[in-house]
């Protein structure tokens, strides 16, 4: 059996998984994806802690944002990704990486889909400013 955490150990992954999420939206914003957010979802479920969500423009750009991510996460971070979902399709891709969720769609799904609205009881965080 583990030992619970303590919790300067709970709060180090806390913000280990926000400095992720804004990461990944970094290589959105970088990779010219579109109407970027982090809705940070630790009061609502206990299930993931962020969610980064983006629009892709084309299938071809969508698969470049995700192959990145996956490359930087993993050199940068050390962090291999879980699972991937929807790269095939490329409507909608989610990539796992623990507690942050990465969902990136084409215009028509995200509209659809409307993931924001679904989780309005999460916060919504401001990516910070480039330096």
Do not use: C
Request: aromatic share 8%.
């Amino acid at each position: 059996m583990t030992e619970p955490k303590s919790n300067s150990e709970n709060i180090r992954e806390n913000a280990r998984g926000h400095d992720l999420a804004v990461a990944i939206a970094r290589i959105i914003e970088e990779t010219r994806g579109k109407d970027i957010r982090i809705l940070d979802l630790r009061s609502v479920t206990e299930v993931f802690d962020y969610f980064v969500i983006a629009t892709g423009s084309s299938r071809r750009q969508m698969h470049a944002v995700s192959d990145e991510i996956e490359r930087v996460v993993q050199a940068e971070w050390g962090d291999e990704k879980r699972g991937i979902e929807g790269y095939d399709e490329s409507r909608w891709i989610v990539l796992d990486y623990g507690d942050v969720i990465v969902q990136l769609f084409d215009a028509e799904s995200r509209q659809y889909w409307d993931l924001e609205h679904l989780w309005s009881d999460a916060k919504h965080l401001a990516l910070p400013q480039s330096e």
